[in-house]
């Protein structure tokens, strides 16, 4: 132990003999200090914005500060701080930005191009704006005032929202989907301009008013459904592009907007010279992501569709030979303006693309419940959506499996199929991801080196075998 005491009190010594002899140089010095830490907002200072002060009011016409993460003061040389103009905070780098209590005025495009600001938080204390996992809204969440242009994938506006303010989305080039409640009846002027990626949205079905430029240059969006509850379309509010040398116009929906044949918006749409497909009243339960399309307009308007779903403990008996781990219905019903509630008869379509994995997982079968007809309306593992066309609506069945026991079952119905052939195909072109089970009942062509890896060669075989050629 004495040894062992001595040894460690010698190697300290020398340790500290390096470090005289040896300095450790600036360079290295600095690097071994805790890095700035910019993951902390900071409150913003004068000198951090171009501002006037007008009636005792400061009004923020520009940000020219270096802070990526900013707290607006509430108060500038003693003053409230009053308003934000519109281009504040044009091609700012901010992340983070918290506006104050005092604000009472923004600018309707206040943070154009902050391509990088993915959370705008408002005070609490604030009479004006609130936020909404940072997005801002006005205080009574009625209005969706301004959406950070950093945010990327899709969003959801919330139940509640009637407006979509001016420039409320523009020039957010990341956002690829948006979906919104029927409450919303207005979208503002250059709402989703520029949105560059933005490649599906679906509308209110209670949307009166379209302003000028609202969709325009959305090179990504190749179709729109327009509801019949529209009255007016602003000028070039779906236009694509303008040439500089001749001023023609393109427009990239030409083909693509789908209205109510009769409509306003179908006779406004051919009134400019564009193409619209006829397409019956469309109604959509916003939570369960399903769309049912009233091809002949049988239905009142103002009529809403409802989808419920319920487990299920025993499936008929025409489903009775198809295995599955999980089985459970959904029943779509028809509310009309009157409050009566019926499944009407006639030809409808019903879109399920929206449908989240809870509702309909993935290897899940769904089947519309009719005597004798087992066959399948929708695979959600190789199927993104689907349009399928009933007599009625009703009662559906799903049928979802996680037993891939059988070789070339796919779908883990217990069956062999065209089903798991066409699974089996896709998979081998890398379009769609399998589980490590899925991959072991697919993989049933095995030569030693593809262990587990989908070819051609396995969807051939599964298909032989379905088809009884083997």
């Not at 009472?104 to 009479?127: H, M, P, R, W, Y």
């Not at 959506?385 to 009625?392: G, K, P, Q, R």
Request: hydrophobic share 35%; proline share 4%; with cysteine.
């Amino acid at each position: 132990m004495k040894r062992l005491r001595v040894f460690s009190f010698v190697l300290i010594f020398a340790l500290v003999l390096v470090n005289i002899i040896i300095p450790t140089s600036p360079k290295a010095e600095a690097a071994t200090q805790a890095p700035y830490n910019s993951s902390v907002p900071e409150v913003g200072t004068k000198t951090d914005f171009v501002y006037k002060i007008q009636n005792d009011r400061v009004y923020i016409n520009e940000y020219k500060g270096t802070k990526t993460k900013l707290i607006i003061p509430e108060t500038i040389d003693g003053k409230p701080v009053f308003a934000i103009v519109s281009k504040a905070f044009t091609g700012s780098d901010l992340t983070y930005l918290k506006l104050p209590s005092s604000l009472s005025l923004l600018g309707s495009n206040a943070f154009n191009e902050c391509d990088s600001l993915t959370q705008i938080d408002v005070a609490e204390e604030n009479k004006k704006f609130c936020s909404i996992d940072g997005v801002v809204y006005s205080e009574d969440k009625t209005v969706l005032r301004a959406f950070p242009a950093g945010r990327s994938g899709s969003f959801m506006i919330p139940d509640g929202v009637t407006t979509i303010y001016n420039h409320a989305f523009y020039r957010c080039y990341q956002l690829e989907n948006v979906n919104m409640y029927n409450s919303v009846t207005s979208i503002g002027e250059r709402a989703f301009s520029f949105c560059w990626n933005l490649k599906n949205i679906r509308l209110s079905e209670n949307l009166k008013t379209i302003s000028p430029f609202a969709f325009s240059h959305c090179d990504d969006l190749t179709e729109i459904h327009l509801p019949k509850s529209i009255t007016s379309i602003g000028n070039d509010a779906f236009l694509g592009k303008i040439n500089s040398n001749d001023s023609s116009k393109e427009y990239y929906f030409v083909d693509g907007i789908y209205c109510v044949k009769g409509s306003y918006p179908a006779k406004l749409i051919k009134s400019l010279g564009l193409d619209y497909i006829n397409e019956g009243t469309r109604l959509t339960d916003v939570a369960a992501g399903i769309t049912v399309t009233d091809i002949n307009n049988i239905l009142p308007d103002g009529s809403t569709i409802k989808v419920d779903k319920r487990p299920l403990s025993s499936v008929p008996d025409d489903f009775s030979n198809i295995k599955y781990t999980s089985a459970y219905v959904f029943d779509i019903y028809v509310s009309a303006p009157d409050g009566s509630i019926s499944v009407p008869q006639g030809e409808f379509k019903i879109n399920f693309d929206n449908s989240s994995d809870d509702l309909i997982p993935s290897a899940t079968k769904l089947y519309s419940n009719r005597v004798g007809d087992t066959e399948p309306i929708l695979f959600s593992l190789t199927q993104d959506s689907v349009t399928c066309e009933t007599d009625a609506l009703g009662t559906f069945i799903a049928l979802a499996s996680n037993d891939f026991s059988l070789q070339g079952d796919a779908d883990g119905d217990g069956r062999i199929t065209l089903t798991d052939a066409r699974i089996a195909l896709i998979a081998s072109a890398g379009l769609i991801k399998l589980t490590d089970a899925q991959k072991s009942a697919c993989d049933v062509v095995t030569t030693g080196t593809d262990n587990n890896v989908i070819t051609t060669a396995d969807a051939r075989k599964i298909l032989r075998t379905a088809a009884g050629l083997r």
